[in-house]
């Protein structure tokens, strides 16, 4: 199953340390290049914890526990219904 995550889930999992859950429930989960830019704005404003999400993020075909990928326009107005 593919899933998608908004960062209040990762921040709190990661805030926690417990990044693993998700990933033992779910396995490989995607986020929104919007999702990456807040986690990285956070981590400029010094929550450091969000650098563990960070570690665990694929840009590419390498392992890692979370994707970046798009939501088309299409995929962002079926959520909102």
Known sequence: MEVIINNTVLSNFAYVNRL???????GIIYISSEVRQ???NGIEE???FLKRIEDKISLED???WFKQT???S???NQSLL
């Open 74 to 76: 299409r995929e962002e």
């Open 46 to 48: 010094r929550y450091d």
């Open 62 to 64: 390498k392992d890692g």
């Open 20 to 26: 693993d859950l998700i990933f033992s429930l779910l």
């Open 38 to 40: 807040e986690i990285l």
């Open 70 to 72: 798009t939501i088309s």
